[in-house]
C-alpha cells in the first residue's frame, strides 16, 4: 500500500514537473531569441545626436563601459550571492513557499537571473504572485544560466531594467537623472539608481527626494557590509548631495533654452526631425526605405541625416529674433490704439539647401515653426503659400530662352483684362501703384514690375511658363484658369518646394531633390537605405545659358547704385559680401512675404506671414511689409553667419554666352555694366520708339482685349 502511495506521488510529481518544464519551454526559446527593444538614433550631417524615436528609453552599452561600482550597487542589494548561485537560491524560494503557505503571502525571493528572466517580456512570465509562476521563474532562470555567462546577464539585467518615469536601463536612467553617461556617475549616483529597483516611480528623485535618499543610504551599507567598498568609500557616498547630483526636469528646460540650439522639443532641429520621421514611414516614390514603423521605435536603427547643427542653430536664432521683433512692435502698435486683444504672434520659416558639388539638394537647416512643442504643423513642408514675385525668375526664364534680351525694352503701363468667370475687368497694379513707361527685362525683374511679368505671361502663355517652373521643380499642379496671374504667383507652394526651384537656378539649370537622410543601418549593421539609390540629377532641367543670364539679372536685384539712388527690391541683402542672387515675394495685401537666394555654396529661402493667411500689414501703422523689408533681411544675416569661414566662389559661367557692357538702365550698348547675352544676342546700340498714346478710361462692356495699350508696341 506504502508502495503504491509513493508511486502515485512521484507519478503527480512528475506530472506536475512536465507541465511545467513544457510552460517553461516557451520562455527559454524567448531568452534565446531576445532581442531588446531599443529606439532608433538619429545623428546629423556633422555627427551630432539629434534625438531618438522610442517607446521606452533605453540605452545599450556593455558592462565594460558601466562602471564597477555600479554592478556592485546593483549586486548588493538585488542578489549578493550572483556570482556564486546557478541562477536560483533554493533556500531563499524555500522559505518563500513556507512564508506564503503560514501567510498566504508570497515574498519576494528572485535572483537577477530570474529577474532578468522576467523582465524580458516576450518570456510571457508575468508578475502574478503564484507558486507556478515562481517555478517555471526558476526553471528557464535554471537554463538562462545554462546559455550565458554570469557577465552577459547582468549586461542583460542592468540594459533591461526599469528604473522609473520612461528609463529602461542603467545608461537611460543616467541620462535622465544626471543628464550624464553611465560612465561618469559617483558611487552615491550608482547607489541612487539600484536603489530604484524595489519602487521606481515613488524613490525616484525627481518626485519624492527624500525616500531616494533613504533606498540610496540602504544600498550603500549594503555595498559596505558585503565587502564591495571600504568605510571610507561609504562614508564618501553618503556625503554626496542628492540635491546638486540630480538634473530636474526644469533645470534640463533652462539649460536647453540656454543652448544656442534653441532645443524646443524632444529633438534638436525638431521639425527637420519630425520631417525625417514622416519621410521614413511614408517615403513618397520613388523611394524605399527597408525599415517598419515598429523597426523606427524598437529597432535600434542608426539614422544619417543631413542637416548641418551649425547652420541650424544660426537658422533658429537670427529666425526667432526676427520673429520676436517684430511681434513686439506689433503689440506696441495694437497696445498704443487699444487693440491689444488682437495680437496674434507671426509665423515665419527658413530652409537651406547645400549647393556644393557631392552635396547638391542637401537639406542643411529647417525651421518650420517657432515652437515644436505646441506647434507641429511644418511650415516649410506642409504649408502651402502663394509665392509671389519670387516666382518671376521663371517667367523672365522663358523670355530669355524664347528670344528676348535682358536689354529688350517693354512698357509698364496701366493693364486691364475681362475676366469671363467673374465678369469683371481685371486691372492689377504694380507696388505703389505707380508706372514706369519703357524700361529693360533687366529693370523689371531688378523692381519686381507686376505689369511687365503679366505682359510676359501674356506673350508666352501659361502651358510655356509652367513647363519651365515644373521643369525648375515646381509640383503644385498650376491649371490654365490661373491664367495671367500666373505672373503675380498666385498658385501656390512650399517654403521646401521652393527652394528646390531656387537650387536648380543656382545649379546651372541642374535640377536635384532635396535630400534629408543619406543612410540608414540597422542595430547589427546592415545597411537599410542609402540615398545614393534613389539619388535624382537632371542635368539639363532648364538651359544652362539661359539660366546664368536670369541669375545674372537676380544678382542684380541685390545690387543697389547708391550714387544714382537706385535701389532693387532685393538692395538689403547688399552687405553680405559673397556673389548672391535673390528675388523677393510678396502677396496681395502682404499676406506672405519672401526672399528666395543663393550662392554658389547654399540656397535659403525665408518666408514670412500669419497661421490664418491675415495680412502682415495693419491700419494703425504706415509701413507696408514686403519680402525686401522682412524677410530678406533675415536670409541676409543667416548667409552672412553660414559662410564664415568660406572662400567667395562666384558662379560659374556655362558655354554659350557673351558678356558686353550696356547701361544698366537703357541697356544699351557702350555703358559699364557687364551684362549677359546668349550667343548670337547683342545689346541695342539705340533705343526704340513707343507711341504712348492715352489709354481709354473705361473698357467697353463684356469686351475681351490685348489690355489698354497694343503688346505689339513693347520693343
Not at 426 to 441: D, H, V
Request: net charge negative; charged share 25%; aromatic share 10%.
Amino acid at each position: 500500500m506504502a508502495a503504491l502511495v509513493v508511486a502515485a506521488s512521484w507519478g503527480a510529481g512528475l506530472g506536475v514537473f512536465v507541465w511545467i518544464l513544457e510552460d517553461a519551454e516557451a520562455p527559454i526559446k524567448a531568452l534565446e531569441d531576445f532581442r531588446p527593444k531599443i529606439g532608433s538614433r538619429m545623428y546629423s550631417g556633422d555627427g551630432e545626436e539629434l534625438g531618438e524615436f522610442a517607446v521606452e528609453t533605453r540605452r545599450l552599452v556593455p558592462l565594460s563601459e558601466m562602471p564597477l561600482k555600479l554592478q556592485k550597487a546593483f549586486i548588493a542589494t538585488e542578489d549578493h550571492t550572483f556570482y556564486e548561485h546557478k541562477g536560483v537560491r533554493p533556500l531563499a524560494i524555500a522559505s518563500a513557499v513556507l512564508d506564503a503557505f503560514r501567510t498566504s503571502r508570497l515574498r519576494g525571493a528572485s535572483t537577477i537571473t530570474q529577474q532578468t528572466v522576467r523582465n524580458i517580456e516576450t518570456t510571457g512570465i508575468t508578475k502574478e504572485v503564484t507558486i507556478r509562476r515562481k517555478v517555471v521563474e526558476a526553471v528557464s532562470a535554471l537554463q538562462l544560466e545554462r546559455e550565458f555567462t554570469k557577465d552577459e546577464i547582468l549586461e542583460m539585467y542592468l540594459n533591461q531594467i526599469f528604473l522609473g518615469i520612461s528609463a529602461y536601463g542603467v545608461e537611460s536612467a543616467a541620462q535622465q537623472y544626471y543628464a550624464k553617461s553611465v560612465s561618469d556617475l559617483s558611487l552615491g549616483e550608482c547607489a541612487t539608481l539600484a536603489g530604484l529597483t524595489r519602487a521606481p516611480n515613488k524613490n525616484q528623485p525627481f518626485r519624492n527626494p527624500e525616500y531616494a535618499l533613504i533606498r540610496r543610504d540602504i544600498v550603500l551599507k549594503q555595498m559596505w557590509n558585503h565587502g564591495f567598498i571600504t568605510r571610507t568609500e561609504y562614508e564618501a557616498g553618503i556625503a554626496e548631495s542628492l540635491d546638486e547630483s540630480v538634473v530636474t526636469p526644469e533645470e534640463r528646460r533652462a539649460l536647453k533654452t540656454a543652448d544656442t540650439s534653441s532645443v524646443r522639443g524632444k529633438f534638436k532641429a525638431p521639425y527637420f526631425s519630425e520631417a525625417v520621421r514622416r519621410f521614413i514611414e511614408n517615403p513618397p516614390a520613388p523611394y524605399e526605405v527597408n525599415a517598419s514603423s515598429d523597426e523606427l521605435f524598437e529597432g535600434g536603427l542608426e539614422i544619417h541625416t543631413t542637416v548641418d547643427m551649425r547652420l541650424q542653430r544660426i537658422a533658429e536664432r537670427v529666425l526667432y529674433a526676427a520673429q520676436d521683433t517684430f511681434d513686439a512692435d506689433r503689440l506696441a502698435l495694437l497696445t498704443k490704439v487699444g487693440r491689444e486683444k488682437e495680437f496674434v504672434p507671426v509665423s515665419a520659416a527658413l530652409v537651406c539647401l547645400d549647393n556644393r558639388k557631392g552635396y547638391e539638394g542637401f537639406v542643411r537647416a529647417m525651421v518650420g515653426g517657432r515652437d515644436f512643442a505646441t506647434q507641429k504643423f511644418n511650415l516649410v513642408t506642409q504649408a502651402k503659400r502663394q509665392p509671389g514675385s519670387s516666382v518671376k525668375p521663371f517667367v523672365w526664364l522663358a523670355a530669355i530662352d524664347n528670344g528676348m534680351t535682358p536689354s529688350h525694352m517693354m512698357v509698364d503701363e496701366p493693364f486691364a483684362r475681362y475676366n469671363i468667370y467673374t465678369d469683371k475687368v481685371w486691372e492689377p497694379q504694380n507696388f505703389g501703384n505707380k508706372f514706369e513707361g519703357p524700361m529693360t527685362l533687366r529693370h523689371g525683374l531688378e523692381k519686381s514690375v507686376n505689369i511687365m511679368s503679366i505682359k510676359l505671361v501674356d506673350r508666352f502663355k501659361v502651358p510655356l511658363i509652367r513647363s519651365y517652373m515644373e521643369s525648375a521643380g515646381f509640383k503644385e499642379p498650376i491649371y490654365d484658369v490661373v491664367g495671367l496671374t500666373l505672373a503675380l504667383g498666385t498658385p501656390e507652394t512650399t517654403v521646401l518646394d521652393q527652394a528646390a526651384c531656387y537650387t536648380t537656378l543656382a545649379l546651372g539649370g541642374v535640377r536635384v531633390e532635396p535630400t534629408m537622410v543619406t543612410e540608414i543601418r540597422d542595430r547589427d549593421g546592415f545597411v537599410r537605405y542609402d540615398y545614393k539609390s534613389f539619388r535624382s540629377i537632371e542635368p539639363d532641367a532648364l538651359p544652362a545659358d539661359a539660366t546664368y543670364s536670369v541669375v545674372h539679372l537676380m544678382k542684380g536685384v541685390c545690387e543697389p547704385d547708391y550714387k544714382l539712388g537706385y535701389y532693387p527690391s532685393g538692395y538689403r541683402t547688399a552687405s553680405f559680401e559673397h556673389p548672391h542672387a535673390g528675388k523677393t515675394g510678396t502677396t496681395n495685401e502682404s499676406r506672405n512675404v519672401w526672399f528666395c537666394g543663393f550662392t554658389a555654396d547654399f540656397t535659403c529661402v525665408v518666408w514670412f506671414g500669419y497661421e490664418d493667411d491675415r495680412s502682415l500689414n495693419d491700419e494703425a501703422s504706415s509701413i507696408n511689409f514686403t519680402g525686401g523689408r522682412l524677410a530678406s533681411p533675415v536670409w541676409t544675416d543667416f548667409m552672412k553667419e553660414a559662410h564664415e569661414g568660406l572662400p567667395e566662389r562666384k558662379f560659374p559661367v556655362p558655354g554659350g554666352v557673351e558678356f558686353y557692357n550696356v547701361d544698366r538702365q537703357t541697356g544699351l550698348a557702350g555703358g559699364t555694366y557687364r551684362e549677359v547675352f546668349i550667343n548670337g544676342a547683342k545689346p541695342p546700340t539705340e533705343m526704340p520708339f513707343f507711341d504712348l498714346r492715352e489709354a481709354p478710361e473705361k473698357l467697353p462692356e463684356n469686351l475681351i482685349r490685348e489690355g489698354f495699350l497694343d503688346p505689339s508696341r513693347d520693343g
